[in-house]
């Protein structure tokens, strides 16, 4: 058996490792290092945080040229796990055959998971930076299609990310 291997046991230990003391000694060295390490706080609503293209806000519906590129296949629906999302299809005289006649977002029950930017086919539903989110009542929760609308130039950095990174 390799040195790196050894399995210790409570008979190898000696009085000290049994009473965990140099363990405790070890914890208070950590916590007594990170006192004196600087600090920062942020003022949350008077700073604003910068937040890399990695970041995932709030998801949002991508239009492109004022048409939505969303064919409403409904796997955001099925793939979210918190069953925030719903989709309802209708047909299009546009060249894509369907379009989403509804789509809304529970944002108080969506998690943020990105599950439904994974799996949409058309990059259509990508998760933007925005988290900025406070609600009074649950229906200023629900998020249709005219609260989620952003255009392909506004989420131009996080469509890039997800094609870098698929």
Request: hydrophobic share 35%; glycine share 4%; charged share 30%.
């Amino acid at each position: 058996m390799d040195q790196q291997n050894k399995i210790i046991r409570k008979k190898d230990l000696n009085f000290l490792q049994r009473m965990y003391i140099p363990e405790i000694l070890r914890g208070l060295r950590m916590t007594i290092a990170q006192i004196f390490k600087p600090t920062f706080t942020i003022q949350y609503p008077e700073e604003i945080t910068k937040h890399d293209s990695s970041f995932r806000g709030r998801p949002v519906l991508i239009t492109e040229n004022g048409v939505e590129r969303c064919v409403a296949c409904g796997l955001c629906a099925r793939v979210c796990p918190a069953l925030a999302i719903q989709v309802q299809a209708s047909e299009t005289t546009l060249d894509k055959e369907r379009y989403p006649i509804k789509f809304e977002i529970n944002m108080v029950r969506c998690i943020f998971c990105g599950f439904c930017e994974e799996v949409c086919p058309e990059e259509a539903i990508v998760m933007s930076k925005e988290y900025h989110l406070a609600f009074s009542s649950q229906e200023e929760a629900l998020f249709g299609k005219e609260k989620l609308f952003k255009t392909a130039e506004e989420m131009k950095e996080r469509l890039e990310f997800l094609r870098n990174h698929r």
